[in-house]
């Protein structure tokens, strides 16, 4: 044992790093069989192999920088995941909830220090700021269950960021306080540094991010560019006086729209904090946490006891009192106590901070006994945090799935089919139907790369897989399952209703022809033929810069659309992309039309930010090109002919669009109409293909140019 004990502890950077990667292993598959959450694994385990453990690991340099690395990840996923929307909606809840959850505890702690433990009035002060804040220890179980939109999770969140400035500003206060000459110019100083950061940070980081996301589509270089924005923020807000997690959680705010939640980007982002940085800080907090000190005394575990009573008391106070305020439910309080009543780095920080006030000489402002018991509290606090975390979590999740099964027909049949050929456009249709898809469901896309029965075929195909290939590592990045298929075939609109019935599809989501040198008109080849023979949702886009730099989008409805039974289809997907990219949508149409679509949306989508705007006919769509600014996308509602909502002018939509809208981002959709499915009737006597324009429409044309030229 002697022998054994000289190589502990571990001093090795490599040998640390395993025994890390070997605990973030092991905890969860440890705790799921103790039914204890993973999180309280890591800390429980950072405890056994610390200095005031079993001395196994020594907390070298690398557990502080991969331990704030992992605080600031965190902090920028609570930001990068808030439901935005919600926060703009119930702005007056998050200030309540922020003040309460920052003051009550504050004044609680305080009256405790001062009367019962007899500590002075900046020590008690002190003491109060710490247990205000609170850390965000417990915020990764929320992205386990999938609940970061949900609106305690957005309050809880809030909140915390609210109550944390306050008290982060209330303790430079103290310390302004306790240094000589600082007095006078310490606030005008402070919320002119203050002011300048959050001006910058709110006019820079979106024309830069756009700019970056614009030009560079790269997986490592964005994922590398989000990183810095994350630290650059976090070193300003250091420099101005205020703790890095206050700016990571700020730039996650404003990196909010740009980064989608189903995104390849976001995935990357949770996985890499989720797997190292995140455990890596958990671990790194275990092991600042002496054990030993609770039997040191009687005196100590009264101090450790009124640290965390009082404290914990002033949070579930807080919590459950917002929670009847805002007449939530009893799982929602549960949650906004579970993720404000743990105290981890932020705690740490404002002790170092009291260690450094001198009192007097040679005494200081935060003494070991002190220092003890707050450091107690931080282990007691986190596992109540986590264990109430998870409780809360499980039944929101029951209360959502027994309100999703009644919501959610049984009988849903989407499965999205996507028609690729040009690797410069399969990204941005697959990453369309993924904003565009019911991640409830979870059901697989479908992508077909038809290939002509000819002469070149055998190398058309290997392009082909090729390129089905890239798109599938592309969905994996982001955990959606893509089925593949290459099809030879001597018509490329059979081809695609072909495996558009075998693979029982609901829509079908393809890019635009781009091609126009080979092909000069509108609908290219087989478009035409394809829309008139399937009458199922077919969805054309064309865009010119990403997606998740959108700002708007902009829909014409023709009149009659609601009677089409495709109505709800689209507008569900339309609902959900603007959902996704968190950007407005507004619709253009007949009253009649707005009033159902808005009555929808209310009611389904009701964080979607919809704006409704009157088109009394259809001839007024040119004048909104004007109107389409280069990171709008326009969506355009047709129909086919014989349909209820065709009309005449739908002809020259082709003419128009080109005309008018040249350049810019462009969806079509034809919906889910009434009529035979053609493609049951293939035969000799039923034509397959269509003539963009029959002798007919010609003579009118013609017609009417000649009228036009006598007026």
């Not at 305080?110 to 205000?132: E, Q, R």
């Not at 992205?143 to 969140?157: A, C, I, M, T």
């Not at 981002?665 to 034809?670: G, K, S, T």
């Not at 324009?693 to 006598?710: A, E, F, V």
Request: aromatic letters at 12%.
């Amino acid at each position: 044992m002697i022998l054994l004990a000289s190589y502990f502890p571990i001093t090795d950077p490599t040998l640390i790093f395993f025994v890390v990667l070997l605990i973030i292993l092991l905890a969860p598959i440890v705790m799921s069989k103790l039914r204890i959450p993973h999180i309280i694994g890591m800390v429980l385990a950072g405890i056994v192999i610390g200095q005031y453990g079993l001395d196994i690991l020594e907390r070298d340099n690398s557990f502080e920088l991969f331990g704030r690395v992992g605080l600031y990840y965190i902090m920028f996923l609570a930001g990068l995941e808030m439901d935005m929307e919600g926060v703009k909606k119930h702005s007056r809840r998050f200030i309540i909830f922020g003040l309460l959850t920052c003051f009550v505890p504050l004044i609680l702690t305080y009256i405790m220090a001062k009367t019962v433990l007899g500590y002075s009035h900046p020590a008690s002060f002190l003491l109060g700021c710490i247990m205000a804040s609170n850390t965000l220890i417990a915020y990764p179980i929320i992205g386990r269950y999938g609940l970061q939109r949900h609106p305690s999770v957005s309050l809880s969140v809030g909140s915390s960021m609210i109550s944390l400035f306050m008290a982060l500003v209330m303790l430079a206060a103290l310390s302004g306080a306790f240094t000589d000459g600082n007095t006078w110019y310490f606030w005008p100083l402070f919320i002119l540094k203050f002011a300048a950061f959050c001006a910058g940070s709110l006019i820079f980081i979106p024309k830069l991010t756009r700019y970056f996301l614009r030009r560079y589509s790269d997986a490592v270089m964005q994922y590398i560019f989000v990183l810095g924005i994350m630290f650059l923020s976090a070193a300003l807000t250091s420099l101005i006086g205020i703790e890095g997690i206050f700016g990571a959680f700020f730039s996650g705010l404003i990196l909010n729209r740009y980064i989608p939640r189903v995104s390849p980007l976001m995935n990357r982002i949770e996985f890499i904090g989720n797997a190292l940085f995140i455990p890596y800080f958990l671990i790194g907090v275990g092991m600042l946490i002496n054990v030993r000190t609770i039997f040191s005394g009687i005196d100590m575990v009264w101090i450790v006891f009124l640290i965390v009573f009082f404290g914990t008391f002033g949070k579930a106070l807080a919590a459950y009192i917002s929670s009847l305020l805002f007449r939530l439910t009893k799982a929602d309080g549960h949650m906004m106590f579970g993720l404000t009543s743990a105290h981890a780095a932020g705690a740490i920080a404002m002790v170092m901070v009291g260690m450094r006030l001198e009192v007097a000489p040679g005494e200081y402002l935060i003494n070991d006994i002190m220092l003890n018991g707050v450091v107690m509290m931080i282990l007691f606090t986190c596992v109540i945090s986590t264990l109430m975390t998870e409780h809360a979590s499980q039944q929101i999740i029951i209360q959502e799935k027994a309100h999703l099964e009644a919501e959610i027909p049984s009988d849903d049949d989407e499965k999205i089919l996507l028609c690729v050929k040009y690797p410069e456009i399969a990204p941005h249709l697959l990453f369309l139907s993924m904003l565009m898809r019911n991640q409830r469901l979870n059901r697989e896309l479908v992508a077909l790369n038809v290939v002509y029965d000819d002469q070149n075929s055998t190398a058309a195909r290997e392009q082909g897989l090729r390129l089905l290939e890239q798109l599938q590592q592309r969905a994996s990045a982001s955990e959606v399952k893509v089925q593949t298929q290459v099809r030879l075939s001597t018509n490329i609109a059979n081809g695609i209703k072909h495996a558009f019935r075998e693979f029982a599809c609901s829509e079908v989501i393809m890019g635009m022809h781009v091609h126009t040198d080979n092909n000069p008109r509108f609908w290219g080849e087989f478009i035409q033929s394809l829309y008139n023979g399937l009458n199922r949702q077919i969805i054309l886009t064309r865009f010119v810069q990403p997606m998740s730099t959108l700002r708007r989008i902009r829909v014409v409805v023709p009149s009659r659309a609601e009677f089409e039974p495709g109505f709800h289809r689209w507008l569900e997907r339309l609902s959900r992309l603007a959902g996704q990219l968190d950007c407005r949508i507004q619709f253009h149409g007949r009253n009649e039309s707005l009033v159902l679509i808005a009555e929808y949306i209310n009611n389904r989508h009701p964080n979607v930010r919809a704006e409704y705007t009157p088109m009394a006919h259809w001839n007024e769509l040119p004048q909104l090109a004007s109107q389409v600014a280069p990171d709008h996308l326009f969506v355009v509602v047709t129909a086919r002919k014989g349909t209820i909502s065709y009309k005449t002018a739908l002809e020259r939509l082709p003419d128009e669009l080109q005309k008018h809208f040249s350049g810019k981002n462009l969806m079509i959709i034809f919906p889910d109409q009434f009529g035979d499915q053609k493609e049951d009737r293939m035969s000799f006597t039923e034509a397959q293909h269509h003539e963009e324009k029959s002798i007919y429409d010609t003579i009118l044309r013609w017609i009417h140019d000649k009228n036009y030229d006598r007026h």
